[in-house]
C-alpha cells in the first residue's frame, strides 16, 4: 500500500473534495510511475484522477460510519502541509507576474 494515501473514511468534519482528488492523484502517480505530470501525461493522469476521486466519492458516501477516527492526519490538514501549499502559491503568482511585466527570470 502507499504510504502516502491516508485514510478519508471517518474524517471529522468528512473529508473534502480536494482531499479525495489529491488521495486520488497520489494513486495515479503510484501505480503508473509518473513523478511529475508534463504534457504528454497530462490528459491520461487528470482523466484517471477523476474517475478514481468519483469511485472513492461514491464509495465514502456508500460505507458505515467508522467507529473510530482514522489514525492518521490527512496532509491537506496539516499545518506545515498548508504553509508548504501557500508558499507554493505565492511563488507561482510572483513568477507569473515576472512573465506578465516582462522581467528577465531563470526557471
Given at each position: 500500500?502507499?504510504?502516502?494515501?491516508?485514510?478519508?473514511?471517518?474524517?471529522?468534519?468528512?473529508?473534502?473534495?480536494?482531499?479525495?482528488?489529491?488521495?486520488?492523484?497520489?494513486?495515479?502517480?503510484?501505480?503508473?510511475?509518473?513523478?511529475?505530470?508534463?504534457?504528454?501525461?497530462?490528459?491520461?493522469?487528470?482523466?484517471?484522477?477523476?474517475?478514481?476521486?468519483g469511485i472513492v466519492t461514491r464509495l465514502l458516501g456508500s460505507l458505515p460510519e467508522r467507529r473510530q477516527p482514522p489514525k492518521n492526519v490527512p496532509p491537506l490538514r496539516r499545518p506545515e502541509v498548508?504553509?508548504?501549499?501557500?508558499?507554493?502559491?505565492?511563488?507561482?503568482?510572483?513568477?507569473?507576474?515576472?512573465?506578465?511585466?516582462?522581467?528577465?527570470?531563470?526557471?
Amino acid at each position: 500500500m502507499c504510504r502516502n494515501i491516508t485514510t478519508l473514511r471517518g474524517l471529522e468534519p468528512p473529508a473534502t473534495d480536494e482531499e479525495i482528488t489529491a488521495a486520488a492523484l497520489q494513486f495515479v502517480r503510484k501505480v503508473t510511475g509518473v513523478t511529475k505530470v508534463t504534457d504528454a501525461t497530462r490528459d491520461q493522469v487528470e482523466q484517471a484522477t477523476d474517475e478514481i476521486a468519483g469511485i472513492v466519492t461514491r464509495l465514502l458516501g456508500s460505507l458505515p460510519e467508522r467507529r473510530q477516527p482514522p489514525k492518521n492526519v490527512p496532509p491537506l490538514r496539516r499545518p506545515e502541509v498548508q504553509a508548504r501549499i501557500a508558499q507554493r502559491m505565492k511563488e507561482r503568482e510572483e513568477h507569473e507576474r515576472m512573465h506578465e511585466l516582462g522581467i528577465a527570470h531563470t526557471h
